[in-house]
């Protein structure tokens, strides 16, 4: 992490602009070269819903660096973490994280915890190291004064409780803007996978509307990521968007090769 930079992300975010990254699921640097290489703003590496470990995220982030739109930094690597814990968020955090998203976060009580968890005193609680976020000890104090400033803290909304708490999950210090698990949303109003469901078109709203009020960034996946679906998303008003995710795109360029290979050799 360069101490002499602002968090790219973190400031088109402040200034009302749209911050495009995607998911990465798939635990290997060549991946996140990849994906960066693609110029993406960050890459959210998916720590709650894939085997990926701490070791997996570093090697990830190494790959990143130098790729993609942010020289000298690269794309940015963030992490998903697997839950809303002191050490899952610092472990990341130490291993050269520029954010973390904290998933499942259904109160301000819960939303301060992940804050207190990724900010260092007298913000927060989170204990110091000699590792890669701070150059292994070199860059120390820098260090501590750049991490409060600049690191990104995105929580998840991903229940009603959620979505009925989101004016004071806004209201915490720290927290820069709160991100849509559209799926697991559409789970917890008992309409599993229905994005367009009136249920789930009152619930972005209210979220967008406490964002704009808040004056903080609001985010969702947008996973089919069409151009027509990216579209409507800004136009609705999200700013920080994750576009599709590793396994897909995996997915649909070897199907979509499969299929025109097939085509052309049809009847011969």
């Not at 660096?65 to 942010?70: E, K, M, N, T």
């Not at 959620?162 to 004071?168: F, K």
Request: glycine fraction near 10%; hydrophobic fraction near 40%.
């Amino acid at each position: 992490m360069s101490l002499t930079h602002v968090n790219p992300v973190k400031e088109k975010l402040r200034q009302g602009k749209v911050s495009l990254g995607s998911w990465m699921q798939i635990g290997h640097p060549a991946v996140a070269e990849i994906l960066a290489q693609a110029g993406f703003d960050w890459i959210a590496l998916d720590m709650e819903h894939s085997d990926m470990s701490v070791r997996d995220f570093t090697d990830a982030a190494r790959g990143m660096q130098g790729r993609g739109p942010h020289l000298p930094n690269g794309t940015l690597p963030l992490a998903r973490v697997r839950e809303n814990d002191t050490l899952a968020i610092r472990q990341v955090l130490d291993s050269g994280a520029w954010g973390v998203i904290v998933p499942l976060v259904n109160s301000a009580d819960e939303a301060k915890r992940a804050v207190q968890a990724a900010k260092f005193p007298p913000q927060g609680i989170r204990g110091t190291a000699f590792f890669r976020g701070n150059d292994y000890g070199l860059s120390f104090t820098e260090y501590m004064e750049h991490a409060n400033r600049e690191g990104l803290v995105i929580v998840m909304i991903e229940t009603k409780e959620g979505v009925e708490s989101i004016e004071g999950i806004l209201a915490v210090e720290g927290v820069d803007g709160v991100f849509i698990g559209p799926y697991d949303l559409s789970l917890s109003y008992g309409i599993p996978g229905k994005l367009s469901d009136p249920l789930m078109t009152k619930a972005r709203k209210k979220v967008l509307e406490a964002c704009r009020n808040a004056r903080k960034a609001a985010g969702i996946h947008v996973v089919q990521s069409d151009k027509g679906a990216l579209e409507a998303t800004i136009e609705e008003g999200f700013t920080f968007i994750g576009l599709g995710m590793d396994t897909l795109f995996l997915d649909r360029s070897a199907r979509e090769t499969l299929q025109n290979a097939l085509s052309a050799v049809k009847d011969r």
